[in-house]
């Protein structure tokens, strides 16, 4: 609730810096291995994160492995949409870029869970 609440209020200026993609049920959102250009923000739906021997789900509203971006290191786990989901993708360059000028959505992002 909180995170809809914050990212809510933000939407208008978030969207400024963000693309949205929308994943059907079942479609892959990245795999294994891949490298992070980005974070992908859940704003709709339900996305399963899959390593080897387990799984977990993601609702609204959550950073998809945001640990991994601020790490710098590959995924290592797939995310499939396991309901029609909506994202919204901050690149590498925007997140920097607002970095730079400390705007205040780097801090609603790092909040989020």
């Known amino acids: 609730m909180k995170n809809q609440i914050l990212l809510?209020?933000?939407?208008?200026?978030l969207n400024k810096f963000v693309s949205c993609h929308s994943f059907k049920k079942n479609q892959?959102?990245?795999y294994e291995?891949?490298?992070?250009?980005?974070?992908?923000i859940l704003f709709e739906g339900e996305i399963e994160?899959?390593?080897?021997?387990?799984k977990r789900r993601v609702s609204p509203i959550s950073i998809i492995e945001k640990n991994i971006f601020f790490e710098k290191q590959v995924y290592n786990s797939t995310a499939k949409s396991i309901a029609d989901s909506k994202l919204y993708?901050?690149?590498t360059e925007s997140y920097m870029k607002l970095k730079e000028n400390n705007h205040f959505i780097i801090k609603m992002i790092e909040e989020l869970k």
């Not at 809510?8 to 200026?13: A, I, P, S, T, Y």
């Not at 291995?33 to 992908?40: A, D, E, R, W």
């Not at 994160?49 to 387990?54: L, R």
């Open 89 to 91: 993708f901050l690149s």
């Open 49 to 54: 994160i899959i390593e080897k021997n387990w």
């Open 8 to 13: 809510g209020k933000n939407l208008e200026q």
């Open 28 to 30: 892959v959102i990245f």
């Open 33 to 40: 291995g891949h490298i992070p250009y980005g974070l992908f």
